[in-house]
């Protein structure tokens, strides 16, 4: 069963203006931006799923009002702010169900999707559940479905979001390293498996830069914000199994949102 950990929208707007420090350019290009409003789409990673605060209107999305984009969208006094990410969205479900509050007057979009559609959620189920033998060869059925239905089907959707919002910044954010290597976890699993599964996430963030690119949109790549942070080491931003909270597990925790991905999000504008 779910914790449940609901804050007010104030306790953002207090962390926001403790922990957003944008620098001069991404001040200058924040105003137009926010004055044209701001539309966050995506998975569990924009919901904000691990870092707490959930708002009580979508409860089955798991919005966090210390999200990332809930943040940033705080911090700038947005003309408007549609909140659609939801916990568990594919590329797909992006595409059917996140895309109307989108318009020519939307002037920033940002999204992560791909991580789902890889099959993750399974590959670390069966990492935490299974031995070795079996967590290799889920991670290697991901990278494959990596390179084969998800380059066209991020296409289809950022195909979509630009024709929906053709004057939009569009900001594709990837996916951090979940674990730190020799580090200090007792347990769990070896180095060989949380080395693949480093290695299929930087795989992941390549083929999402690629595409990124391909449609004009900027992608921002959080590896090296989290380096030093991944699970295992000594100041995690990333949960581990958390065998009360399965949910939560390998995503994100407030100060994820808050160190990693939002100051990030603020620099790329």
Not at 49 to 68: D, E, I, K
Not at 233 to 246: F, G, K, T
């Amino acid at each position: 069963m779910r914790k449940s950990r609901i804050a007010p929208w104030a306790a953002s707007l207090l962390l926001a203006a403790a922990c957003t420090l944008a620098g001069p350019a991404a001040t200058a290009a924040a105003p137009g931006i926010a004055a044209a409003g701001y539309v966050a789409l995506g998975d569990s990673y924009s919901a904000g799923v691990g870092a707490g605060s959930y708002l009580t209107a979508t409860p089955r999305c798991l919005r966090s009002s210390l999200s990332f984009p809930a943040l940033w969208a705080a911090a700038h006094s947005v003309s408007s702010f549609s909140f659609a990410a939801c916990d568990g969205a594919k590329t797909g479900d992006v595409l059917k169900n996140q895309l109307g509050p989108l318009g020519p007057r939307t002037g920033l979009v940002t999204i992560t999707a791909g991580g789902r559609d890889a099959g993750f959620t399974k590959v670390m189920a069966a990492c935490v559940l299974g031995g070795s033998g079996t967590c290799l060869s889920a991670v290697a059925k991901a990278r494959s479905a990596t390179d084969g239905t998800l380059p066209g089907d991020l296409d289809r959707l950022y195909s979509a979001i630009r024709g929906k919002a053709p004057a939009a910044r569009v900001v594709v954010l990837g996916y951090p390293r979940l674990y730190q290597l020799h580090g200090g976890c007792s347990g769990g699993l070896r180095d060989i498996e949380r080395s693949a599964l480093n290695d299929a996430s930087d795989h992941l963030d390549e083929v999402l830069a690629a595409r990124a690119a391909a449609h004009g949109f900027t992608f921002v790549d959080v590896r090296s914000a989290f380096g030093g942070h991944e699970i295992c080491s000594p100041e995690p931003w990333l949960h581990s199994a958390d065998w009360l909270d399965l949910g939560e597990s390998y995503h994100p925790t407030a100060t994820g949102h808050s160190l990693g991905y939002l100051p990030l999000l603020t620099d790329a504008l």
